[in-house]
Nanobody
Framework: QVQLVESGGGLVQAGGSLRLSCVFS????????MGWFRQAPGKEREFVAA??????GYADSVKGRFAISRDSVKSTMYLQMNSLKPEDTAVYYC?????????????????WGQGTQVTVSS
């Protein structure tokens, strides 16, 4: 059974940076596509970024500001978030699915973390 644990959320001023981490356990990390999603109050969960081996993909809203990466030795995925905006405020979730390619649809993921709150003040 795959388990995902996120950390790194917090309160930051607009223009600031945060780095989220997602620790993967229970299976072989390298066999899984990983993704970050976020959900703001009253809104649907939306895709942020995804990775599978060396391949990455981003939502247009975060392209150029966020960077996704993965460390196979630590079985950990990261999301470096720079130039944060108030509209980035949300609960951020990491997700995993045994897939050979990048997955950007929430419904295709099998495993989810508990989420970490990111709040960007103006």
């Amino acid at each position: 059974q795959v388990q995902l644990v996120e950390s790194g959320g917090g309160l930051v001023q607009a223009g600031g940076s945060l780095r989220l981490s997602c620790v993967f356990s229970g299976r072989s990390f390298n066999n899984y596509a990983m993704g970050w999603f976020r959900q703001a109050p009253g809104k649907e969960r939306e895709f942020v970024a995804a990775t599978r081996s060396w391949r990455v993909g981003y939502a247009d809203s975060v392209k150029g500001r966020f960077a996704i990466s993965r460390d196979s030795v630590k079985s950990t995925m990261y999301l470096q978030m720079n130039s944060l905006k108030p509209e980035d405020t949300a609960v951020y979730y990491c997700a995993a699915v045994a897939s050979g390619g990048i997955v950007s649809t929430a419904g295709e993921y099998d495993y989810w973390g508990q989420g970490t709150q990111v709040t960007v003040s103006s």
